[in-house]
């Protein structure tokens, strides 16, 4: 369904992405090329066309949190 969504030219914002994984498991010891590796896209998933980092102060990024708990 997502996909064929996209092919039509609809826009789909996530707050998540595949990179965040290998970020996240890297950061815990994990070996970064494994990782790399376990992506979706080498699973021929659909890759992000754009990837945004925001740099907030960590008080910010708690109320997250609040939106969903």
């Given at each position: ?8 030219g609809?826009?789909?914002?996530l707050?998540r ?15 970064v ?17 754009l990837?945004?980092y ?5 008080e910010?990024?708690?109320?997250y ?5």
């Amino acid at each position: 369904m997502v996909e064929s969504k996209l092919k039509a030219g609809n826009t789909l914002i996530l707050d998540r992405c595949p990179y965040f994984g290998v970020a996240f498991s890297s950061a815990k010891r994990v070996d970064v090329e494994w990782c790399k590796v376990m992506t979706p896209q080498n699973f021929g998933l659909l890759a992000p066309d754009l990837v945004l980092y925001l740099d907030i102060p960590p008080e910010v990024s708690c109320l997250y949190q609040l939106f969903y708990f």
